[in-house]
């Protein structure tokens, strides 16, 4: 096979433009930080810019992983943030509220309350959409709006502040040198990938995002497949929640996961997931959403002003998803090369195609 055939091929696969995107947001930050591709060991932890990327990027990935589903069955949550927030806070409320806050038996306490918390999220949007017929934009934005609010009132407008060890391993804690919220986070894809590519659950889900009716005539059970898909989405939602508020030890209402939809949203499309619903590509929310939080330590080390920082944001995004499209690439490269093989061919082509006039006698 010919380099042009092997490069041909490479650039058509979905994740090509993506991971170059990565890598060229990576590089970029060399010339503003010398070692920003050093990692170094300090009291049995890795230090470096790559592993802090990683690590404030889990929470954002869950959200993503989420969300690819929730999509894939043609939906959307704008709740993710809301549950985000309800999730920490309610974790942090309970093991304030106890005498000992170091204790583990408190802590899991607090975990299983915020999670179960966050399925009932999950599932009230799932309810609202599958069951009464409600546009997914509008069912969640219902608890965008409100659990934002039932944040505030779970901390009482307050930012609840927490003095465990135990509680801070999710989401500020190392084990085996790395962070622990890459363990979850490589535990939760590895389950989510198992049960959509090594099950039928993943052709359900696409099935359904395909056309949701269609589906219900062949005898799949399509509400009930989206009902699944949002309580998963507000069960990683709530996970990115309680990794934020143990990360700082605090929980604040107000502010945690604010617009982590948005770039949820982002990292789902940049990874080549149609938003009309259909096939979904987890592989690719995951180097999407490491190119949203690359892209968030881009902007600081190269000193982006901050009231310009979206908007340098919003176009890197845009020249990503231009790049991933079939369409856009055959306009400008095909252009190019017709441009090209016009100027190679005009010389000769001038001379032969010149007419030849012959004089009758």
Known sequence: ??????WRAA?????????????????????????????????????????????????????????????????IDLSVGAVVAISGALACLVVSKQADQGSVAGVLLAFALALAVSLV?????????????IQPIIATLILMVAGRGIAQLITSGQI???????????????????PFSLFVVALVVALSMALTRRTALGLLVEAVGGNAEASRLVGIRSRR?????????????????????????????????????????????????????????????????????????????????????????AVVVIVVCLMQSPLFRAKVFGARARRR?????????????????????
């Not at 999220?121 to 009464?132: M, S």
């Not at 929640?241 to 143990?246: E, K």
Request: net charge neutral; proline share 4%; with cysteine.
């Open 121 to 133: 999220c999950g599932a009230w949007n799932g309810l609202l959409v599958a069951r009464l017929g």
């Open 160 to 178: 609840i502040t927490v003095n465990s060890d135990a509680y801070s391993l999710i989401g500020g804690g190392y084990w085996l040198a790395l």
């Open 225 to 313: 497949i989206k009902i699944m898909a949002y309580m998963f989405c507000g069960l990683c939602a709530g996970i990115a929640g309680l990794m934020i508020s143990s990360n700082v030890s605090a929980a604040d209402g107000n502010n945690a996961g604010l617009w982590i939809e948005l770039d949820a949203i982002l990292a789902v499309v940049i990874g080549g997931t149609s938003l009309t619903g259909g096939r979904f590509h987890l592989g690719g929310t995951i180097i999407g959403a490491l190119i949203i939080q690359t892209l968030t330590t881009t902007i600081y080390t190269i000193g982006v002003p901050t009231q310009t920082n979206l908007v340098f944001k």
């Open 1 to 6: 096979m010919s380099l042009t055939s092997l």
């Open 341 to 361: 093989g016009r100027t190679q061919k005009s010389p000769g082509a001038t001379a032969d195609a010149a007419p030849q006039l012959e004089v009758s006698p």
């Open 11 to 75: 650039t058509q696969h979905r994740l090509f433009w993506p991971v170059v995107a990565l890598v060229a947001l990576l590089v970029i930050n060399v010339p503003f930080t010398p070692g920003f591709f050093e990692i170094h060991l300090k009291s049995g932890h890795l230090y470096g810019s790559l592993v802090s990327i990683v690590l404030f990027g889990s929470p954002l990935i869950l959200v993503a992983i989420g969300m690819t589903l929730v999509i894939a069955t043609g939906g």
